[in-house]
């Protein structure tokens, strides 16, 4: 008898919020391998808020994810079968095989990995597509610069948190901005960040005035919304803005700029960046990474869920920052 492999679809567009009915449980027979093929057991599935945008029909910078198909996301884990000379049983792998436990690939997209260094999950986060999109945010549109005040929003999360230690190697003064006062304490007890600002207590304007003395020359963008607002009018002349997420509009909400001069008159750079589409950087940006988290002087932190059945729930948890750092999904 076949082995099945537990999936989950996409079965519905949200209207509104995402909601757990959107998707679905299902078992599927594990086809035998075609040559050419290998097949993965994956060990831990990747929640991004990329995903949300996804789900919508609508036209963006990547096709909708197709309703009764497996939902998008990245992987990592271990073949345990190949009809592929590339590669073999054994070998710990990274790649975009979805929301299930088996994946089957002709190996295009697949890129070996070394647990020995770098733990497995972190392929997933700080060594992995958040980090590099950190990577390349800082480094290719901030360019910062010693001395320089570089704001962060979403500090706490799995790009943010890379950003700012990226920020403090690079000899600039880190501000985060994160949500409630754990977080805030993490961003700057443990990542190094020089001062956190949180969003749901106070007054984000006037504690980011009083965090930013200098104003803000570089500022990382993941949300959107009042913290683009509140940050914009800090924003020093000739600052870089990286625009890598708008959270805030994820649900279909619009998030109008309350001062759009501030652009102009301050002749800002605000550049919108997709990470994947800039592939030949990422040998430099994970190598450095790499490095960085096997030398300890690049720390992560992990919300794992346990259970491909509870990925829709950390998902939509990860929209509303339920999460701590990097959320995965244990399938092992």
């Known amino acids: 008898m076949p082995q099945l492999n537990r999936q989950i679809l996409l079965v519905s567009r949200p209207k509104g919020p995402a909601s757990v009915d959107n998707f679905r449980l299902v078992e599927t027979p594990l086809a035998p391998l075609a040559d050419g093929e290998v097949r993965v057991r994956n060990h831990y599935l990747s929640l991004d808020p990329y995903m949300r945008g996804r789900m919508n029909d609508a036209k963006s910078y990547a096709v909708p994810q197709p309703l009764n198909e497996v939902m998008i996301g990245g992987t990592v884990g271990e073949v345990v079968e190949s009809r592929n000379a590339s590669f073999a049983v054994g070998d710990h792998v990274v790649g975009t095989l979805g929301w299930q436990e088996f994946g089957t690939s002709d190996g295009v997209g697949l890129r070996k990995v070394d647990a020995a260094n770098v733990p497995l999950s972190a392929y997933l986060g700080a060594v992995g597509m958040p980090g590099v999109t950190a990577w390349y945010g800082l480094n290719r549109i901030i360019a910062p610069q010693a001395g320089q005040t570089v704001v962060v929003s979403a500090a706490s999360g799995a790009v943010g948190g890379v950003v700012g230690q990226l920020a403090k190697l690079a000899g600039c003064r880190a501000v985060g901005i994160a949500g409630g006062d754990e977080k805030c304490r993490y961003v700057t007890d443990t990542l190094g960040f020089d001062a956190c600002v949180d969003y749901k207590a106070g007054n984000l304007w006037r504690d980011l005035k009083a965090a930013t003395p200098d104003g803000v020359d570089g500022y990382f963008e993941n949300v959107g919304g009042d913290m683009l607002d509140a940050t914009l009018d800090r924003m020093n002349e000739f600052g870089r803005i990286a625009l890598c997420g708008m959270i805030a509009g994820y649900d279909g909400e619009p998030v109008p700029l309350k001062q759009p001069a501030l652009i102009l008159r301050q002749r800002l750079l605000v550049q919108g960046f997709i990470v994947t589409e800039h592939l030949d ?24 869920a346990q259970g491909l059945e509870n990925a829709p729930e950390a998902f939509l948890g990860l929209l509303k920052g339920r999460n701590f750092g990097k959320q995965l999904v244990k399938l092992i």
């Open 281 to 304: 950087l990422w040998p430099q940006a994970l190598a450095e990474l790499g490095g960085l988290v096997a030398q300890k002087k690049l720390i992560y932190r992990e919300t794992i």
